[in-house]
């Protein structure tokens, strides 16, 4: 359960980290586990890192990974940060290549609140991927007047603010395997350096849709996305009532299971 302080952490800076969460024996649990999955979806092959291999859903692939979905320490996490009955957005698996350029939330405030519960199995500095994020920057006032670095995403050339995307200000969170890295995607973030193949594997959650504005706004998504919002059948007809209960509001609105697993992206 996280404490009052670090509640009001997140709250101001849109992020919160978690240092050595797991122990050692489950990180290699969580990288065996993944790099069986990533291995199958390419179908034996090494991966030849020029494109990044993307994975929704990813840890229901595995009952060892699907066990911590619904661990405490990660499901006190939705509770604590989103409210009771939050719902599984979406469980992913990525292995990344060159830089991912600044990205984050449009200029308009979210109906329904997110986050993206994140596991690097490398260790990761500024130099080498580790992510980056712009503090306070998930507060619709400040995204405003972070829009013009979506032109970076298309181009890595363009300067809106007069700096490179690697020079803008910002905080790197260097990390080690065990570590947690809980943020909205509204917050802007970014990585920089790196090998290709480092991985970053996340489980996203999302606060339980009460009105009417909000359900429209879920379902808009679930009808413009192929994999997130989409309950995976192992969760729905899980043993575990949790598990059950985080895709509950899903099943009732009627959204199915998600389209074919793309290969890269």
């Known amino acids: 359960m996280l404490t009052t302080g670090q509640k009001q952490y997140f709250e101001t800076f849109g992020f919160l980290v978690l240092r050595q969460l797991f122990t ?43 066990q911590f979905i619904e661990d405490d320490r990660i499901y006190m996490l939705g509770e604590d940060l989103l409210g009771p009955d939050f719902i599984l957005n979406a469980t992913e698996g990525n292995l990344h290549v060159a830089d991912t350029a600044w990205h984050g939330g449009g200029p308009e405030p979210e109906p329904v609140p997110h986050i993206k519960i994140a596991f690097y199995l490398e260790p990761n500095t500024k130099e080498t991927g580790a992510l980056r994020v712009i503090p306070g920057s998930h507060k619709p006032e400040f995204r405003k007047r972070l829009q013009p670095l979506t032109e970076q995403y298309s181009d890595s050339t363009v300067m809106p603010f007069g700096v490179s995307g690697a020079d803008l200000p910002s905080l790197a969170i260097e990390s080690q395997p065990g570590d947690v890295i809980i943020f909205p995607e509204s917050l802007w973030h970014a990585s920089f350096g790196g090998p290709p193949g480092r991985s970053q594997h996340a489980i996203n959650f999302m606060a339980n849709p009460v009105t009417d504005k909000q359900t429209d706004y879920i379902r808009g998504l679930y009808e413009s996305w192929n994999y997130s919002l989409h309950p995976p059948e192992q969760i729905v007809n899980s043993d575990s009532p949790r598990l059950r209960q985080m895709v509950a509001k899903l099943v009732a609105l009627g959204f199915g299971p998600p389209k074919a697993t793309p290969m890269f992206v």
């Open 24 to 66: 050692p024996e489950e990180v290699d649990t969580i990288r065996r586990e993944s790099d069986e999955i990533l291995l199958e979806n390419r179908q034996g092959k090494p991966f030849p890192g020029e494109k990044r291999q993307a994975m929704i859903p990813f840890f229901e692939r595995s009952p060892l990974l699907t």
